[in-house]
């Protein structure tokens, strides 16, 4: 976890705080799920993994913790749990599970080119907002950044808008007047789609004067994109990680794009992953909860009933 941390992977800490007997877990058993939906650790067996999988997929893409109660089919003498996700897993040995996942993102990262004062209002104010700030006059580069400022005053500022459009960064400010903003962009000829992305004026029109008051607008116009608009980190060239896994075999549906199968045997929803068991039926991709449904769909085929996957 402090790998990950240090390297800015996002991943979702699973740990298990209620186990009702018989099952294979303990509460205090955790995991990590990472975002290519493998798991290290152990909270339950396979049927159970999956629907901790599914979930903690969701939970990174909400960034809300999340208090998943994996129960098996039939009556269960269970105390309830006000607001908790509710999965019914027909392929539990009859125990259950209350799960609580929370994800573990990375601070959005403002990359912010100059040294003027609101450069440095910028700074200072990003940090309490637990923004990760990074300062061009540094030699970093805007590479993951959530969101781009340039306020150096007509210093590089074609360079730096460049750098951060050809990085991926969907929110780019730069701090400039109506006019002089509009000559600065003018004389970068940019497609339609790479002006969209550029804010000048940059910040919430509040009547700012000083410095920090423009930090603050722009601050706020940021955490607006990010609350309510879905901006969300460039995305990065490569892993450089090492935590990513690798995708399926035999070709199959790569777990980065979250994609979910139905087990013709129980009817669970699955999320794939590499390890997730499946056959190759008439040229075509079968995703199984586990073995057991495997071995059950080898030998039968489907059932005629299968069971409900989950329920809210």
Known sequence: MRELVADRVPFVHAVVVRA???????????????PDGSIEGFVGGQCAESSVRTAALGALRDGRS???????????????????????NPCLSGGALEIFLQP???????????????????????????????????GQGPAGATAVVVSSHGRDEIAAIRAALDAGVEYIGLV???????????EMELTEAERRRVRSPVGLQIGARTAPEIALSILAEIVAAIR??????????????????????????????????????????????PDTPHLTVDGED?????????????EKGPLPQAGTGAAS
């Not at 004062?117 to 637990?130: F, K, T, V």
């Not at 400039?176 to 003018?186: D, E, M, P």
């Not at 460039?234 to 794009?257: C, F, K, N, V």
């Open 228 to 273: 309510t608009g879905g901006l969300t980190p460039a995305a990065p060239t490569s892993s450089g990680s090492g935590h990513i896994a690798p995708g399926p075999p035999d070709g199959g549906p790569t777990t980065g794009s979250s994609v979910r199968a139905v087990d013709p045997v129980c009817g669970m929803t699955v999320t794939v992953s």
């Open 286 to 298: 079968v995703w199984f909860c586990g073995p057991g449904c495997r071995q059950r769909y080898a």
């Open 20 to 34: 009702h007997f018989p099952t294979a877990v303990s509460a205090g058993d955790d995991a990590i799920v990472l």
């Open 66 to 88: 999340v208090l998943l109660r994996v129960l098996p089919e039939g009556e269960l003498n269970f105390p309830d749990s006000p607001g908790a996700q509710v999965v019914v």
């Open 104 to 138: 573990l993102l990375p601070s959005p990262v403002v990359w912010i080119v100059g040294r003027s004062p609101i450069a440095e209002a910028l700074a200072e104010l990003a940090r309490p907002l637990d923004f990760a700030v990074r300062r061009a006059a540094d």
């Open 176 to 186: 400039a007047s109506h006019r002089r903003g509009t000559a600065v962009l003018a």
